[in-house]
């Protein structure tokens, strides 16, 4: 679906079709993150069963979503599948936090299963690790899939470039935060956990010089979104000499009222209710428009969520 915000028109369109909106001089951005098996089964001492969904990878103490949590005691240890031992310690930010014996690298090369979707009712299968990727991920780190990325192949993208358009990178090791549901009765009073990002040299260099000509800049998903107005006030200071790799944390939370200012053009799939991704998308089309062009799409029967549909905003 292609949004017009400035006629305030709906577009039904294939995907494909996303190449002819592409001029020379133009910038597309994805996040390169890739998903980790970030999902380990095990069980107590009593036998009940016991399922941890990593948050974040590190080591040796990392967080996670642990269930069921509140039966939990801390120094506990759960026994894995692959046989390895995690301790359950306090509390964290949003989870709690599991202490590991050996790198969690190779636990969870031997242990880990692919954190699917709730709505998708199996176990993951080995061909999950790919298939729950985009075809461009290469920095391991996510939890969950940048899923407005896996729409495009890598033919797709070289249609892209051979518009004239640029294509470069950014990071966001997705996790709990992105999809967190907001449960605040204010949105403005939600809180986002904390992600990390890059944001290499190369790809602020390429969005300074797409705006100096006059080229617009297409972010993949929210993710690539939230990166880049992160960091916009690097990004138009236009200083050489402060041009390096840019690396950190990001608890940006974008919603209506937000003013973008890298960002001239989203492409997004179509997101669940009282979801923060929701609320930016509300933000960068406004909030009637948004709803208009989900009714259009109920009413299409376009795919919701994941592995689902997307929308140009333009």
Do not use: W
């Not at 000509?213 to 297409?218: E, M």
């Not at 916009?232 to 390096?244: A, C, E, G, H, Y």
Request: include cysteine; hydrophobic fraction near 35%; proline fraction near 4%.
């Amino acid at each position: 679906m292609v949004l017009d915000r400035l006629a305030r028109k709906v577009f039904d369109k294939g995907f494909e079709d996303i190449v002819g909106y592409f001029k020379k001089g133009d910038l597309l951005i994805l996040n390169n993150t890739r998903v980790i098996p970030a999902r380990l089964f095990g069980k107590r001492k009593s036998g009940g069963k016991v399922e941890i969904f990593l948050i974040e990878k590190k080591d040796p103490v990392s967080e996670a979503l642990v269930r069921p949590s509140g039966r939990l005691k801390e120094g506990e240890k759960i026994l894995l599948e692959s046989g390895d031992e995690v301790e359950v310690l306090g509390r964290g930010e949003v989870g709690r936090l599991v202490k590991f014996a050996r790198p969690i690298e190779d636990i969870l090369k031997n242990a880990g299963h692919i954190p699917l979707p709730p709505y998708i009712e199996r176990r993951d299968e080995s061909s999950d690790r790919d298939m729950y990727q985009t075809v461009y991920g290469t920095k391991e780190g996510a939890t969950a899939s940048p899923t407005a990325g896996l729409h495009f192949t890598k033919e797709l993208l070289n249609r892209v470039r051979g518009q004239g358009a640029g294509v470069k990178y950014v990071t966001l090791h997705t996790n709990y935060g992105t999809f967190a549901p907001v449960k605040t009765d204010e949105v403005e009073s939600h809180k986002m956990h904390r992600e990390y990002f890059e944001l290499p040299a190369e790809t602020i260099e390429a969005i300074r010089e797409t705006k100096s000509s006059g080229g617009k800049v297409f972010a993949v998903g929210t993710t690539s979104t939230r990166v880049l107005e992160h960091c916009s006030n690097l990004i138009t200071m236009n200083d050489k000499r402060l041009t390096m790799n840019e690396r950190g944390v990001t608890d940006m939370y974008i919603y209506p009222g937000y003013e973008f200012k890298i960002v001239d053009h989203l492409i997004t799939n179509f997101h669940m209710p009282k979801s923060t991704l929701m609320i930016l998308a509300s933000a960068f089309v406004g909030c009637e428009f948004i709803k208009e062009a989900y009714r259009h799409a109920v009413a299409e029967k376009y795919r919701f969520f994941s592995y689902g549909d997307a929308m140009l905003i333009l």
